[in-house]
Structures are given as C-alpha cells and as structure tokens.
C-alpha cells in the first residue's frame, strides 16, 4: 500500500510479524542499480589487508581476552553454525556503571533477553481461541447493559421498560455484523484487519480512519477495561472506593510490566478466567430465571427514580449506541485467522459463530434479568454486582462472580495490549507510522508500542477519574467507525472479484456496513457533547498525522533509493551526489584554537588521511593573530595555515561562512571538518567547557557535502 | 597563580581585560615541546596543492560571488591591512530563518556588534573618577544610619540615643580601613584587588575567599541597592509600595539590559548624579542644622516606642555591624587604580581620601540630625525621606532628595555591574572560574557575567521581597571578610618586602584588618540567625567550588600540555598517545544497516580516504544476515564486509562491543567509524528516525582511539 512496502515481496507481507521488518529487503529496479554503481566502484588504491582480524580469531585460534578495557570483549561474541559472529546476551551491557545497575534491574523485572529465533507461530485450537479472542467482547457485558440502562433512567424509572426493545434491536445488529465478519474471514485467510480491508477496498485514507478508529479503540478499551474491573472490586469491597485512579493506574503499569516481559504462554492463562465469567453469569441467569419463573416471570418494580431529562429521541438513540460498546471486540476473530489451525478460516468463522452466539446470549439474558429484578443503575455498586447480590444473597457465587467480571475485563485490557502494538507494526511497515514501532525490544515485544498504549490508557483513566460512565460517550464512535469501514470495503471487494454467489456475500455486508454506520452516526451525534466529539476530532487529525509521515517516509525513501549511475562520469554533480570513491574529492580542514596534545592530534590524524588539508585559527584580535602564526611556525609550518581576525570574537558564526565560502568556489568538494573533542568523565564539568565542537557541529549540520569529524581526547581523571 | 597561567607573561596578567585572555600564550617549556615535535613530523606522503583558494581570493583578482548557499558568503570577509582576512559583521548571522530574527532583534535591543580594537583604556581625571567610584560607597548611607537604628529601636525609643557613640565608632572604623586601603594603592599600582592580594600574600585559598565574599558582596550590592532605591521612589509614591518586586525586577532587568549593551561612555553619566546627591544631603544637613542651632541644638524627643527586646550587648553589636554597611564600596578605588591618569597611584590615593572624608561627613551627619530630629524608623518610607520631609516641609528640595537618592543607589548597583564580570573574569583566567566568563560578548562586555549576576540578584530580591531591611544581615559579612583578608595580606606583604618605614605600614594594616576582623566577626555572630548564616555557610562551598574547578582545569591542562616527544620511535603507545602522523595506524569501519544511497556514500566516503576499510552489518536474525550479504555480493563485495547477528536485536550495544573487540587486538589502532546521516529540515521529523548515529556517538564516547564521523545526506525537502 504503501511506496515504502512497494518493493517488498507481497506474499512475504500479510500480517506475519518478524523482527526483519526492520531490515526491508531492496525492490527490483533497486538491486538492478546497485549493480550497475558497483561495476563502476573503483577505489583511488586498492588498501592493504586489514590490520585485524574481523572474524576475532572465528577462523583460526580465538585470540587471548586481554586486560584492556572494562570487560573483556572477545566472550561478547560466539561462533554460530554458518560461521558467523553472533552477539551475546552480555553485548547488551552499557558501559557505565550506572547504566549496569538499570540494566540489571531490567533483567530482574522484564526477564533475559529472547532471541529472534524464539518469535512463536503459535496455532491455537479451537477451545484455546475462543476465550483467548473473546475476552475482550464477553467482557463488555460487564458495563454494556449498564451503560444502556445508565442513560435510560436519566428519563425516570418508568423509561427503564425501554430496555427490552433497545436489546432486541442490539441483538439484530450483533447478529448482522457477526454474519458480515464470518464473511471477511474466508476472504482475507491471512488476517482481515479493518486497517487492511478498509485500506486494500476503499484506499489508504479508509484505512487509516478505520486504524485510527481502532487506535482509539484499543487505548478506550484497555481505560474502561480497567475502569470496569476496578469498579466490579469496589462494588464488593466498597471501602477501596477511594483508591480507585491509583488501583486503577497500578493495574495499567502491571499489564504493561507483564507485556514487555513478553507473555508467551497467555494462551492457556485465557482459557480458565474466560470460561469462568461464562460458567457464573450463566449461572447467574439460570438462579435468576428460576426465581422469576417462580412467580410468574412478574417483573419487580423499580424503585421510584425522579427523571432528569424527557424522554426524547435523542435520549433513546444514545442508550443505543450506549448499549452497542457490547459489541466491540467482535473483530477480534478476524485479526488472528492466521493463528488458527489448518483450515484456518474455517475454524476461526466456527470460533467467531460461538463467540456471537454466546455474546447475545449473555447479552439478552442479563438486560432481561436486571429488567425482572427491576434494578437501577446507581453509583458504586455495578447493576452486575447488584443482580448478584439479589440473586445469590450470600456466598461464594457472589464472590466468583465479581472476581471473573475483573479477571476478564482485565484479560480483556491485555488484548488490547496484544493488538495495538501488532496494528503500529503494520502501519509502520507501510511507512504509516514511525519507524522505531517495527522494533522488537530484547523481550520480542513492540516496546514502544506497549509504552505509548500504556501512557495514552493510563493519562484518559486519570483524566476521567476512573469512571466507566464518563468514558462510554467515547468508546463506541471508534470501533463502529472501523466496523463500518471494514464492511464497506468488503462491498468493495464482492463488487470487484465477483465469484459464486457475490451478490449474496455482497448484501449481507452491505447490510452490515449499513446497520453499523447508522450506529456510528447515532452514536457520533447523540453522545457528541458527552465525549464523542473528542473521537470525531481526533480521528480526522490522526489520518493527517499518518499521512504527514507516510509523506516524510516516502521523500526520505525516494531520496534515499539508488539509481543507476549516470553514464558519464566526473565531477560534474554536487559533493553530495557521488556514490563513488574515485569520484570524492577531499578536503580537509582543522579549526584550531590553540596548539596543545588536543589539536596536535587532531592535526596528525588529518596529515596522516593524506588528503589536502588546511588548518584554520580564528582570533578576536589581530595581535592574538600574529602570536599564533609565531606558534604556528615555531612548530614547523607543516601545514597550510589561513588565519582569519574575528573583531567581533565569535568563532562558530565566522568558520562557518568561511567553510561555505570555501565550498562556494568548488561545489564538487567534500570537506572534512576534523575538531578535536576533550571527552569529559564528569556532567558537572560540562559547563566549564564552550563545547565548541558540538555547536560547529550543529552549525554545520545545514551545510551540504561538510563531513564533522571529532577526535576524541580522554582525560585520565 | 593557578596552573593554567603559570606560563603566561605575568606582566601580562595584571587587572587588563583582554579578548585574547581566552587564547593565552604557550609556556617556555610548551614552546620547546613544539618545536621538537614539529622536527618529528613526517606526513606519509604530500598532499597535492589545495583544490581551494584558503585566501578566498585575497591574494588575486576576487571569485565572483555564487548563487551557492543561502547567503553570498565571500561578503562575510573582509581584506585587512596586513593581508588577512577579517570576518565582517554579517558573519554572525546563524542561518535559520528564526535565528536571523532573533539576531536582528539582539541587534536592536543591545546595538551592534563593538570590534576588539574598541576596548577601551579609558584614563579618569580625578574628579570624574570620585563620582564614578564612589556612587556605591556614598549610596550606602541612603540605608546605614537606617540599618543602625532600625536595630536600636527594637530596645525601645530610649536605646536610640545610643546611635551617637555608634556612629562615632563607625567613623573611628571607616578612618582606619580607609587610611589601610590608602597605603595598598601605591603597593598595588596594577590593582589592588582583595582576591589579588589576600591571594598573591595568603595563599591561593585566602584569595578564592575574598573573592567570595566580595561576589556575594556584588549580588547583595545589587539587590540592596535596588530595594532601597525602590524604597527612595516608594517614600514618595506611596501607592507605589504594592509594586515594590516588579520595580525591582524591572530595574534588574533594564541594568542587565544596559551592560550587555556595554555602556561605554559610562564614567560622565556617573557625574551629575553623584555630585547631586551630595549636594542634596549638603543641603539637608546646613538646613537641619541651622533650624536645630535655632532651638538649641534641643533634640525634639522621639515618639514613644515599646521595646520588643531587651538592650543586650549582642542588640548593640548587632547595630553596630549593620551600620557599618555604609562601609560598602570603600574598596572601589583599590580595584580601579590603573584607570586613573599617571602618577595613577597618586591619583588614586588622593580620591579614595576624598571619598572617605565625605561619606564621614555625610554619615555622622545624618545620624546627628536625625537623633535631633527625633526621628524613629518605621516601615513605609525611609528615615532619610522623613527626614526631608521635615527639613523641607513641601517643595522642590524634597523631590530632589528622593530623585538623587533614587539615582545614585541605581548607579551603585550599576557598580556591581562593573565589577562582578571582571572578578569572574581575573578568576577564570587562572582557571578558578568557568573559562566561559573569559569571553566577551560581541558588545565587548562580559555577557555570560552580567548575566550570572542579574539571575542571582534577582532571585534574592524576589526571595526577600523587596525589603532592605531583612537584606542588610546578609550583607556586611562578605564585604568585611573581603576588607580583613586584603588588609592581612598587606601585613604579610609589608613583613615580606620591607622596604622604608615597613613597621609603620604594617602597623596601620594591621589595625585595620584588625578592626575589619573584629566587624566581620560582629556581624557573622549577632547577626548569625538573622540571616548571616547564608553567607557563613555559602564562603566555604563557593571557595570548595572554585578548587574544585580549577582542579579540573588543571588536570584539563597537564593531560593537553606539549612535551617533548620520546626518543624511540614507533607503534609502542595506545592510540590516543600519538601527535605524529606517521604514527597514526588506520582502520576505517562502516556500520551498514541496509543498503540505500546514504550508506553508499558513507562507504564511497570511507573507500576514498585510502585506508584499510571493514563495513559491518548487525542483522536481527540469520534469515537477514544471509539476504544482506547476498546484496552486498550483488552490489560486487567491494570492501571486506562482516556480519554479526545480534539475536536480541539490539545494534548499538553489540556494534559498541566490535569495535572495542577489535581495539583490544591492536591498542595503537585508530578506528575510525563512518556513519551516514540523514539531515532532518524539521524538528517533528525527528521521532519518526532512531538517529543511531546519535545514539552510536554516545555510545563510543568512552571508548578511547575511536573517532566518528558522520557523513551527511541532506533531505530536499
């Protein structure tokens, strides 16, 4: 999709993460040329073999360990089969002492370092993807209903009776849109993303709404995951109501913990806490029927609530798109395809067929329940918590419940762990998104994708005190932006490829793309004022963002690209221009302030390059001048020297206008600006010393074809 | 004194402020350690001519300006006389858009750039120079008598007649300290500064702890002279009073402003104010005078105040050391001396006998008049402005009063100005001192001083509200630590040198640093709680601080200083030991991440030098390791290419590691790592790089023989 990936081998692409993502392989016409400027490599001489051995004795003996140095860097490396250096897990060690101490509190929190050969192709069974994919969507029954409901009695208790039509519609529309992603799946086996069906069908601006759309949603998700789950302990436990931002913050800062540690086997850590919160709200529903069955199926009245508002349209369509957040997480399925056994889009269409059956069931079940035991949403308790209460007075049930309602949200916050880090990997690699998001730190997890989700989760939970409620408005707008598009694109794709039974494939996702965009829009317009109107700013501002950096990525790769050379050679291009050696022209220039061991060295290592060379001294005085000059001749005049008179006393601004006057009159040069570099041991000594070299660095930086070079001095202390 | 001047001529040094000073000369052994260096020399062949006119012309017929850059840079030089060429003002203008408005409005604000040629040597006739240097010391008595007193009060309206035996004693003080200083000018005929003296006659400790005492002095120079000038317009103005730490700040601000601008043609600005002032007490005095001969010289009794405390001996000393802050400033002609005209000595002796004559009439004579005038000090306006207003019941003489007094006080910490950046200077040019205070502004005046001293003056004037009063503790004990370890040194210079009637000078020094002993002791004690421990505590760390840095440059110095080379010659040393071309032992390394138009150049660059050349590539996995190497084969396996995989995926540690690997084989090599860089126009384009040359320059730092080189590709856009 994107003019970074362009040259890249399409099958190799799909939704495989690999730590080679860093490294993208060269496109066709790229290898052609590098040929072709290789053909014309020659080099001025041909230089003498190398003063060492590379291989650090690979090839014959290994060389002794010797005393120089902090560590002795040979048990750095060891020789793997190809006979090929391999780095160590002590490569990793900085020098410092201070930065051994960190690096050895990382080990003991994050664990060793994993290698690049242990990244996992995991298939999982049926039985271990349905709760380790469905946590996330069997989780919001936890705070869907209540949402809903939360909105309703805003009208007065007697608006609460709504709340059965309301669920029937929502029923409908997860069916609808389960029906629509079982379609996705067989479509796109190597993962169907919303990012990239969106983007494949409907362009790359699609796809990045729907990414955006999903970015939001990830980061909403882990914050009301962990908003709910905090609020199913506080329920029972309501003395920790106070606590509920740092409980709340801690929770983010383990699940971040445990992800850059790499969670390698949480396949199995789904499985039990998932089917648990299924075995007790079941369990929940049949005590609950039974008890209602028992009289009659006759609806307990609610307790008398004043109405705060009318009961208007506008209030029932945002119970609707209140009550619609059950839903997300419904996409899970078609992310992972390829982690299914063989077939694996058929097992995972089965998986996702369960996942639905079971979501309305749930779903149904509880709003239907809380409406016979006419419950009232009311702050710190959860209406989940209160129908436990009311349906098993005392006990260990109650307890199991509330404990699995928090287990799973919390499960269901580390998917979003899991999968916006993988959604940054795949904008990355289209150049979507900064590069270092394709990085997998030495645990093999997306750090920084981790620490970003974490630090975006953790500052909204914070910003909304923790409050389910207050954060709801925002949530639905994202995901139903990314349904919406998903299923649009997928219209797209029928209407293009065609094949048996298109038409029928395309109605049902045009159905769905329909009933999901009427959500989004419901749910865009009736919570606009609530939060939703963060959402609907921040989605148009984040597709610029991404295609603010698609465009740097994408001059930076064309300026970057190779070409073949041009057929006549010689100087005629810019410095720049040459990929030659023969074709460099040097010069090399030493400012020197005063002569001592610092700049004496610097002199000897610029003579001993054998290029021309020109040193250059700025003085504030002309009588400064004429003793340098003295200097300079008492010590031999081995060089070339021009003295410039700086009346003003600057030094950097003078040097640099002189380099560039230089260059000026032979735009083919390379100049090397060799600077000696006093290497300090101390900070504090930094402010004793003008850093003269790194403010000509910077001066220099704009300068095109001036190479800086620093020598470096050590002092002992 | 210190190590880093000990070569230098050291009739050089004496109180003159130089430019050069930051370029100082070659010591006699240095300069022989050139020369045989130099004989040494060997370059491993010659290098052609340089491709370049160094001249820019200079010695031909001009090059035409080009289009090339930015800016037409042959016009940033100039030709000079002897042949040389002279940076012209445009050479300062940095090159960003942001950056030439800033420089324009520098340019407006503090005036275009002052050449060296400018400093001035200014002479003074003594009528000038009394102003000029004593607006500080007869600024003093706008607050001493009120110091005095405010302390007396505290014991009740009766202890105020006390102040008459004071202020005796005070005078008794300011005749022996002044006659002291008057017998140092002549010995000091260079400047008679305290941290020259104590330092040249006590030891280089006695001198850092004048100098500190007298920079605290200076801050709290400025922040008194501040208040109580605030306090001169407030007396006034009251409704001015809510303003007092804005005014403050302002009037902070606009000094700081005026001396970067460098206020040169400052010695007759100081004239019509100072002589004011005097004239105004003058007057206040013969008019208060004359009306209290009227009556009787019958003091009008003061109004009944209670007393807050008892009348101790500790409250009296207490009232003695804070009126002995109308001292301040009686060092000012010492410093001075080579700025008056010759015999400068001469010159200088007979004003600093003017001076103090008049701040002896002007002190005893108000404390006379206000004990008479039976007025008590009282928070709200001056005693001097009460005073006024008695004396001259309404009118223009009142005005004139405040106006002057208001004026001189700005000229006394305008002093301070003056003299602060110079004492930094005369420090740092031993190395006591960062050598950043060394370097005068492209205004000819010590910017980073001025500005050093503004921050701290500030500070304490915002911390202290604004109030002299709770200032003065902190004041007198720098002064007369200054004042006591100057006249000690003098004693010690007198039993060193002799010379004619030796025992009588000594025996006059020696009062007075006995009475300033005495003072200083007085004040640190009495006044101890009130504030005083902050200069007892803050001597010792600042002179701990200025050893510390001078240990720095010292160490700085001897690892930098020449010597002359060993006799054999050859490969024997480390790296970082060679000063000689031929000695130089090339390696050349070139960290490849992939191949593109950027590392292409790197490797063109490397190849081009000559040098034997290694490129290395870390690759995350095997897999990559094997794609990379089959590029480099395509590409035609020019350089000697080693792979190492780094199976964490980390690069800089393991690359870091290599290199120091490879050293440890051959400790004289010089490594020489050739990174590309890509030149990033926008600051927000920086998130989206690694910036591993960054990173990987930080990580060589410490490694020593290392030098990097980053080869710049700059983006078009």
Chains 1, 2 share one sequence.
Do not use: C
């Amino acid at each position: 999709m994107g003019a970074a990936a362009k040259g890249g081998d399409e099958a190799e692409r799909g939704t495989v993460v690999t730590p080679s993502a860093e490294f993208p392989p060269l496109g066709r016409e790229e290898r052609a040329a590098l040929g072709r400027i290789g053909e014309r490599w020659r080099e001025p001489r041909r230089p003498d073999d190398l003063p060492v051995d590379p291989t650090l004795g690979r090839s014959g003996r290994p060389p002794q360990p010797t005393r120089f140095g902090r560590l002795a860097p040979i048990e750095m490396f060891t020789v793997e089969e190809p006979d090929e250096l391999v780095a160590s897990g002590p490569a990793h060690l900085p020098g410092s002492r201070a930065g051994r101490l960190l690096s050895r509190a990382r080990r003991a929190l994050f664990g060793p370092p994993i290698s690049s050969a242990s990244v996992l192709y995991e298939r999982m069974r049926k039985l271990v993807a349905l709760p380790v994919l469905s946590s996330d969507l069997l989780s919001s029954v936890a705070y869907g209903p209540e949402a809903m409901l939360g909105v309703l009695v805003l009208a007065g208790g007697s608006a609460l009776g709504l709340s059965l039509p309301l669920a029937g519609l929502l029923v409908v529309l997860m069916i609808a849109v389960g029906v629509s992603y079982r379609q996705t799946i067989p479509a796109y086996p190597h993962g169907a993303g919303s990012y990239i069906v969106a983007g494949d069908n409907l362009g790359p601006t699609a796809g990045l709404a729907a990414a955006a759309g999903l970015m939001l949603d990830y980061v909403l998700t882990v914050s009301v995951s962990v908003a709910a789950g905090v609020g199913a302990v506080t329920s029972a436990l309501p003395g920790l109501a106070p606590l509920t931002v740092p409980l709340g913050v801690l929770v983010i800062a383990v699940l971040l913990a445990g992800n850059l540690r790499g969670v390698r086997t949480a396949g199995n850590l789904f499985v039990l806490p998932t089917y648990a919160f299924v075995v007790a709200v079941l369990a929940l529903l049949v005590v609950g029927y039974a008890r209602a069955a028992g009289r009659g199926f006759a609806p307990v009245s609610p307790p008398p609530v004043p109405a705060a508002e009318g009961l208007g349209l506008l209030l029932v369509l945002r119970a609707f798109s209140s009550g619609a957040v059950s839903m997300t997480g419904i996409e899970a399925v078609s992310n992972a395809v390829p982690a299914f056994r063989p077939t694996e889009w058929r097992n995972a269409r089965t998986t996702l067929g369960w996942m639905v059956a079971m979501l309305v069931t749930l779903f149904a079940g509880l709003v239907g329940l809380i409406h016979l035991a006419g419950l009232v949403p009311r702050p710190g308790e959860t209406l989940l918590s209160q129908l436990g209460r009311v349906t098993f007075p005392t006990g260990p049930w109650y307890v199991l419940l509330q404990a699995t309602t928090a287990l799973i949200l919390l499960l269901a916050a580390n998917t979003a762990f899991n999968d916006f880090p993988r959604l940054l990997f795949f904008m990355a690699r289209d150049g979507h998104a900064p590069r270092r998001f394709l990085h997998m730190g030495d645990r093999l997890a997306f750090s920084n994708g981790l620490v970003a989700l974490s630090l975006a989760a953790g500052l909204i939970f914070v910003a909304f005190r923790g409050t389910t409620a207050s954060l709801i408005p925002l949530y639905a707008v994202g995901v139903f932006l990314a349904f919406t598009l998903s299923q649009a694109g997928m219209v797209v794709h029928w209407r293009r490829r065609r094949g048996r039974g298109w038409r029928r494939r395309l109605a049902v996702n045009a159905v769905g793309a329909t009933l999901s965009g009427l959500v989004l829009l419901t749910a865009a317009v009736s919570k606009f004022a609530e939060g939703a109107w963060v959402v609907v700013v921040a989605v148009p501002l984040l597709v610029l963002l991404f295609r603010r950096i698609h465009r740097h990525y994408a001059t930076l790769n064309e300026a970057l690209a190779l070409h073949p050379p041009a057929t006549a050679p010689g100087p005629a291009g810019s410095a720049e221009g040459e990929e030659l050696p023969q074709e460099v022209r040097h010069l090399v220039v030493v400012p020197v302030a005063r002569l001592n061991r610092a700049s004496l060295r610097a002199l000897a290592y610029a003579a001993s390059l054998g290029q021309p060379t020109l040193a250059v001294h700025i003085a504030p005085e002309e009588v400064e001048a004429d003793r340098f000059r003295e200097q300079w001749q008492a010590w031999g005049d081995h060089l070339r020297l021009e003295t410039i008179v700086s009346p003003y006393r600057a030094v950097i601004g003078p040097l640099a206008h002189y380099l560039e006057a230089l260059r000026s009159t032979r735009p083919e040069l390379t100049l090397t600006v060799i600077v000696p570099e006093v290497v300090l041991r101390r900070r504090w000594h930094r402010p004793l010393h003008s850093r003269a070299e790194q403010r000509l660095r910077a001066a220099l930086r704009a300068l095109p074809g001036v190479v800086v070079t620093s020598v470096p001095v050590h002092l002992a202390e």
